[in-house]
């Protein structure tokens, strides 16, 4: 449940983060490219802090992924015989 809303919280950052920083490059530029160029570069280093910050903030460093896989894949092989 919190690794969705960690996935959220990083989707709406990018989004906002993309935006404001495109919507800055055009108000002082007023160049169609460099504003493109601005949210795609904005949009990934939004998202790449924001999903630091989720995980900081919602604790999910301390989730160990292997362990999770290996009892989906228990609970596979069960149900698949």
């Not at 989730?63 to 698949?80: A, E, P, V, Y």
């Amino acid at each position: 449940m919190q690794v969705r809303q960690g996935a959220t919280i990083a989707t709406v950052g990018a989004l906002t983060g993309g935006v404001a920083t495109a919507a800055l490059s055009y108000r002082y530029s007023k160049n169609g490219v460099g504003m493109v160029a601005a949210l795609v570069g904005g949009t990934v280093f939004s998202w790449a802090i924001a999903e630091e910050g989720a995980n900081l903030g919602l604790g999910l460093y301390k989730f160990n992924c292997m362990d999770t896989n290996l009892k989906f894949l228990d609970w596979w092989q069960q149900k698949h015989p």
